[in-house]
């Protein structure tokens, strides 16, 4: 199938091109970019572009013959969603208006959406299944529900196939450790401490201890990139038959910041600074998947569930990268 990977140059995005193309796809990439790394994508056709450009956007679908989009092309930073509300619903929900209509336009039907575990707020139970209550606390998860909730009514009007798929923590670097994380600023878990451990972060910070957890420290539900990218190619085979898909992504076990400390600092044989502050707002203690619905509607399993491979596939891409993707 001849796929546009919208995204394509960022850290999920180029992961799943890889993956698309190992799998006998198609893959056209298509980013600006803003964020992704040109040194990032693999062989594959690539297209610069702005998901704004509604001319382009339905040029490139119909030029390459598109038969399915995969959308990466998100902003993802929680904590600027706050500060720049009006951006995120720009790039993160008009763009993906943008994209559904040159979509309609061109005649390309089948979607598979990055959505996320935002989505949910601070649930009231763990772990998370689908139907929890979606009360999302920052633009940054709004904007990926009102993106949902787009796609639903364009499918119900017979317009659109598509899978949502929710995140919990992506992590890893895929493609047998070729494909790494390198935002900048960077924001997540693993990387961040890994650069603690690499000497290029001063100390990683633990931002509250007295949760009411074993060891008082958030826990969070990491997937392996590679999982991940797994369950888009079975959710693009899905929408031959299915027109709407809704499904969490995660590894239904949670581990604790200290967890995730302590590994990068058994694999990686080296210590580093360990700052202990106060909780940030907004946090809560667990979050973990229920991600019985895709194993059952997708058949999808878990390959990399242990904590220590993903954090080892990390380092060794970080040891490689030391200052990231060359671009």
């Known amino acids: 199938m001849r796929v546009l990977v919208c995204g394509g140059a960022g850290y999920i995005g180029s992961n799943m ?11 056209v990439v298509f980013d600006n970019l803003s964020k992704g790394h040109i040194s990032a994508i693999p062989q594959a056709e690539f297209v610069r572009g702005d998901l704004a450009d509604y001319d382009l956007l339905v040029h490139t679908l119909g030029e390459y013959n598109i038969q399915a989009v995969m959308h990466f092309a998100a902003f993802i930073e929680v904590g600027e969603s706050v500060e720049e509300p009006l951006r995120y619903y720009r790039n993160n929900f008009s763009c993906t208006q943008n994209l559904l209509s040159a979509m309609e336009a061109a005649g390309a039907e089948k979607f598979v959406f990055s959505s996320t575990a935002a989505v949910y707020g601070v649930p009231k139970d763990v772990p998370i299944v689908e139907d929890s209550p979606t009360e999302p606390i920052n633009p940054y998860g709004q904007t990926k529900l009102a993106v949902e909730e787009m796609c639903h009514y364009q499918s119900r009007a017979g317009k659109l196939a598509y899978a ?21 600023p960077e924001s997540h878990l693993i990387p961040l401490i890994i650069q603690a451990a690499t000497g290029k972060r001063s100390e990683i910070k633990i931002y509250g201890t007295d949760y009411e957890t074993p060891d008082g420290t958030c826990i969070r539900d990491f997937i392996h990139i590679d ?8 959710a693009l085979d899905k929408l031959e038959k299915s027109r709407e898909l809704v499904c969490n992504l995660g590894n239904e076990m949670g581990h604790s910041v200290r967890e995730v400390i302590e590994t990068v600092r058994k694999v990686s044989g080296r210590d580093f600074k360990v700052v202990e502050t106060d909780r940030r707002a907004g946090d809560p203690p667990v979050l973990t998947a229920d991600a019985t619905r895709a194993r059952s509607e997708l058949g999808w399993k878990i390959e990399k569930p242990e904590l220590e491979e993903m954090v080892s596939t990390a380092w060794r891409w970080h040891s490689e990268h030391r200052e990231g993707y060359d671009d």
Do not use: K, V
Not at 227 to 233: E, M, P
């Open 17 to 27: 091109t890889a993956m698309l193309a190992a799998e006998g796809h198609e893959p």
């Open 227 to 234: 999982d991940l990218c797994r369950a888009h190619l079975l």
């Open 164 to 184: 949502s798929l929710r995140y919990f923590n992506a992590c890893g670097a895929g493609n047998n450790a070729t494909l790494g994380e390198d935002h900048r």
